[in-house]
């Protein structure tokens, strides 16, 4: 049984900094894709970050561009989201989905179109409870 959680969330100030993790379990990364997204209520989705397991591309949403790192620990089995200079719209539940098996070509473009496109592909169909991120002075 594939299963993704969530954890690191918190409240922190504006110009803070945050650590994201994302256990995975029932399965391993190499040929999947591990999507950070998040939702504020009343909004969208919006991809925010996005990795391949297999050879670690990586992808941001221009609105985390340069503030935000993706990375992932094959050992652990574990994706990590590195948030600096945090804003208030930075706010929301973030949660991180898996897509795959896959190939890393589909995963690759799969990655491109959630994060600057804006279009998050079903097949990145199963996550996690969220970790609530919010930031405010």
């Known amino acids: 049984q594939v299963q993704l959680v969530e954890s690191g969330g918190g409240a922190v100030q504006p110009g803070g900094s945050l650590r994201l993790s994302c256990a995975a379990s029932?399965?391993?990364?190499?040929?999947?894709?591990i999507l950070w997204f998040r939702q504020a209520p009343g909004t969208e989705r919006e991809g925010v970050s996005c990795?391949?397991?297999?050879?670690?591309?990586?992808y941001q949403s221009d609105s985390v561009k340069g503030r935000c790192t993706i990375s992932r620990d094959k050992a652990m089995n574990t994706v990590y989201l590195d948030m600096s200079a945090l804003k208030p719209e930075d706010s929301g539940v973030y949660y991180c989905?898996?897509?795959?098996?896959?190939?890393?070509?589909?995963?690759?473009?799969?990655?491109?179109?959630?994060?600057?496109?804006?279009?998050?592909?079903?097949?990145?169909?199963?996550w996690g409870q969220g970790t609530q991120v919010t930031v405010s002075s």
């Open positions: 990795i391949t397991g297999s050879d670690g591309s990586t």
């Open positions: 029932g399965f391993t990364l190499e040929s999947y894709g």
């Open positions: 989905a898996g897509a795959g098996p896959l190939g890393t070509t589909t995963l690759k473009a799969m990655c491109f179109m959630a994060t600057a496109k804006r279009t998050i592909h079903e097949n990145f169909n199963f």
